[in-house]
């Protein structure tokens, strides 16, 4: 997917759109631009982009309405780019559906990393929608997790895992690509939100990765330490 990708870049400042588009087509990504917020919706409504770089302002319709708008026709993933950091625009961003967020000013590089993972990302998501009649149901290669049933599959063999050890997988796997810190992992899948050992997250995924690779290799691979953070959830093919 990422050497045919086509990328919209959107700012109103032409030096910028100029520089991310010489680091982005050397990564062999199809470049579009566009200068203010009505040109940045109508051509994201019209062509199927597999990333939006959206600046947040902008002539005629900031970001956060094109991203507003755009969210109501399609579910294209947006990286909105700002000179203002402060928390409360994050959160407004992310609040009409933007994946992620890059301020101003930024490394050329750094993008093109943020590109790479998005993509990485959808493309992984697409995995997540292949039975369309349970929400609830996460099938990827080699693994398939059923949350209704609390029931996991790795190569069509059924693994059998601590309701602990299976909600640490799910969460992980729900969200493909993005990392996640050992305090958060504890936050969210133990509640614990001021007290609790981080060693508990590293001796149930060490667990979970034994038990998966008991049965698929493949599997057991898809979760990924992420040295210095924490843990992600990977989607191997192969």
Not at 59 to 76: F, H, N, S
Not at 95 to 108: H, L, M, N, R, T
Not at 223 to 230: E, L, R
Request: proline share 3%; hydrophobic share 40%; net charge negative.
């Amino acid at each position: 997917m990422s050497e045919e990708a086509k990328v919209l870049v959107v700012d109103d400042e032409e030096r910028i759109r100029r520089l991310l588009k010489l680091y982005l087509s050397r990564e062999g990504y199809e470049i579009e631009e566009a200068a203010d917020g009505e040109e940045a919706l109508e051509k994201a409504l019209e062509q199927d982009f597999d990333v939006i770089l959206l600046d947040l302002m902008l002539p005629y319709k900031d970001g956060i309405e094109v991203c507003e708008q755009l969210r109501e026709r399609k579910a294209t993933p947006v990286i909105m780019l700002t000179a203002k950091g402060e928390e409360s625009n994050r959160v407004q961003g992310f609040e009409v559906g933007a994946d992620d967020y890059i301020v101003k000013p930024f490394s050329p590089r750094e993008v093109v990393l943020r590109v790479k993972a998005l993509l990485r990302r959808a493309s992984a998501t697409k995995y997540l929608e292949t039975k369309p009649d349970s929400q609830n149901v996460l099938v990827f290669p080699h693994l398939t997790i059923d949350k209704d049933a609390h029931r996991v599959l790795a190569d069509d063999v059924e693994v059998n895992l601590t309701p602990k050890e299976y909600e640490l997988l799910y969460y992980l796997a729900k969200t493909p690509d993005k990392v996640f810190d050992r305090e958060e992992l504890l936050k969210e899948v133990w509640e614990y939100e001021f007290f609790g050992d981080l060693r508990t997250v590293d001796t149930h995924v060490k667990r979970l990765r034994e038990k998966l690779n008991k049965v698929s290799e493949n599997s057991a691979r898809m979760i990924v330490t992420v040295w210095g953070v924490g843990y992600k959830f990977e989607v191997v093919e192969g």
